[in-house]
């Protein structure tokens, strides 16, 4: 899968600059793709699609992000298909360095995302899908460690709500999405799954603003609530981006990210940086 992500991120970089993708939707209102691998902002899941396909087209999308705070680091690599603009599966891997504890936590995660209802650009009340996600430890001796009622493996159901605003704010338009998610995920599932604190899901509210200031760049911010079922004081997630969309075929993201409370270590605050392309 590693292999796979990067391979198809190199093309699609090679490929940006001479290929005109599908015709489709408007630049820059496809999203990104987040930390789980799902099409969206950075750390929220949007109920848009990955990639720029139309209702006849299919696309492929990879994404690579890091993101170090203070006292940890996380690299992240992911793929997906995007079929007819209905259907979204997507795969990712998370490495998880622990720097304080000389280790290295694994992560994989497959997602599949289902255009409900509408079209977050031309629907009165945008676009909805529906989205899962299983999440697998391959080493869960940290989570086990901090208690965790699950130490291997997790899911996460979510509904996303999108709607883009064209030329709503001075003439710029604009995005806004609503994630609901039921979660029993520490840490995004890096500590594992429920805890002494809560052993049932929690139903955990996420939400994106963005501004598109041409065709090409964007900036906005994101909210992620986070249950804090292990008793650590886990913090919601928030973070302030800007993305510049030179084409519909790469885009690159950086954020600064506020992850609060992880694992105890408090403050954790740092750069989000995340490359991804497609091809249709």
Avoid at 2 to 28: E, Q, T
Avoid at 53 to 75: H, Y
Wanted: hydrophobic share 45%; glycine share 12%.
């Amino acid at each position: 899968m590693i292999r796979f992500a990067l391979i198809l991120l190199y093309l699609s970089l090679a490929w940006a600059c001479d290929s005109n993708a599908a015709d489709g939707k408007l630049i820059g209102t496809a999203g990104l793709m987040q930390l789980e691998g799902a099409g969206g902002g950075g750390i929220v899941p949007w109920a848009t699609l990955s990639g720029y396909d139309s209702r006849d087209e299919i696309s492929v999308n990879a994404m690579a992000t890091r993101v170090e705070v203070n006292d940890f680091r996380l690299n992240v690599l992911g793929a997906s298909v995007s079929i007819y603009d209905k259907l979204e599966v997507s795969v990712a891997q998370h490495l998880f360095d622990v720097p304080a504890l000389n280790t290295q936590i694994e992560q994989q995660i497959v997602g599949v995302k289902y255009r409900v209802y509408g079209d977050a650009v031309y629907s009165r009340f945008g676009q909805v899908s529906a989205g899962w996600m299983h999440k697998r430890l391959k080493d869960g001796d940290v989570a086990d460690l901090l208690g965790a009622q699950n130490a291997e493996r997790g899911n996460d159901f979510y509904i996303a709500a999108t709607k883009i605003h064209l030329g709503a704010l001075a003439g710029y338009n604009i995005v806004h999405n609503i994630t609901a998610r039921a979660t029993k995920a520490n840490q995004l599932g890096l500590l594992g799954f429920g805890g002494l604190n809560n052993e049932s899901y929690k139903i955990m509210f996420e939400g994106s603003f963005g501004v598109l200031l041409s065709r090409h760049l964007a900036i906005g911010a994101e909210f992620r609530q986070k249950p804090d079922s292990l008793g650590l004081g886990e913090e919601h997630w928030r973070d302030v981006f800007v993305a510049y969309i030179p084409n519909k075929n790469f885009n690159v993201t950086v954020a600064w990210a506020d992850l609060g409370s992880i694992a105890g270590g408090p403050q954790q605050q740092g750069i989000y940086l995340s490359l991804s392309g497609s091809l249709q």
